[in-house]
């Protein structure tokens, strides 16, 4: 299984950006899906998350600014970042938590190798 995440880039402030990140491999479900974020000289931090049904969640920070959204069939999750702020420059991270890769078999947390955003003022 691999997590290729694309979309990053450097923006000015206001700006926005699409996240995208495609899941391959054996797989039979995928029950969560989200990204992740870490800013130098700091932890990861979850950004927001999606379930298969489309319930999602946010960080307080970026509520009412990024959208996360899912396509199950393409096993693909996205994240709409608008109006961009330099505190959202960071490595963001997909990750597909719980992912099964054969009925009956046990689910496991895969991560993407991150992309660069960078806003700047």
């Known amino acids: 299984v691999q997590l290729q995440a694309s979309g990053g880039g450097l923006v000015q402030a206001g700006a926005s950006l699409r996240l995208s990140c495609a899941a391959s491999?054996?797989?039979?479900?995928?029950?969560?899906m989200g990204w992740y974020r870490q800013a130098p000289g700091k932890q990861r931090a979850m950004v927001a998350t999606?379930?298969?049904?489309?319930?999602?969640n946010y960080a307080d920070s970026v509520k009412g600014r990024f959208t996360i959204s899912r396509d199950n069939a393409k096993k693909t999750v996205y994240l709409q970042m608008n109006g961009l702020k330099p505190e959202d420059t960071a490595v963001y991270y997909c990750?597909?938590?719980?992912?099964?890769?054969?009925?009956?078999?046990?689910?496991?947390?895969?991560w993407g190798k991150g992309t660069l955003v960078t806003v700047s003022s």
């Open positions: 999606i379930t298969s049904g489309g319930s999602t």
């Open positions: 990750n597909a938590e719980g992912l099964v890769v054969a009925p009956g078999s046990y689910g496991a947390d895969y």
């Open positions: 491999g054996s797989i039979f479900s995928i029950p969560y």
